[in-house]
């Protein structure tokens, strides 16, 4: 059933429709997009005082 085949007696007109459902659209599509980013956290610093510090995880010193 697509956007024309809206049974008659909606209560909008034909426009209103299609705008309402394309809103709809954008927002699911910007939903679905802000919630399969991934959440970036950054941590608190621990930075000596050129910017940089040991990275524990990997080994290494490095400078941001």
């Known amino acids: 059933m697509g956007i024309d085949s809206a049974p008659d007696f909606?209560?909008?007109?034909?426009r209103l429709r299609v705008k309402t459902i394309r809103i709809v659209q954008l927002l699911v599509i910007a939903i679905?997009?802000?919630?399969?980013?991934?959440?970036?956290l950054a941590?608190?610093?621990?930075?000596d005082a050129n910017g940089c510090h040991n990275d524990h995880r990997?080994?290494?010193?490095h400078c941001h």
């Not at 909606?10 to 034909?14: A, F």
């Not at 941590?43 to 930075?47: I, N, P, V």
């Open 10 to 14: 909606w209560p909008i007109p034909q």
């Open 32 to 40: 679905t997009v802000a919630g399969s980013t991934p959440l970036t």
């Open 43 to 47: 941590h608190s610093g621990g930075t």
């Open 58 to 61: 990997k080994g290494g010193y």
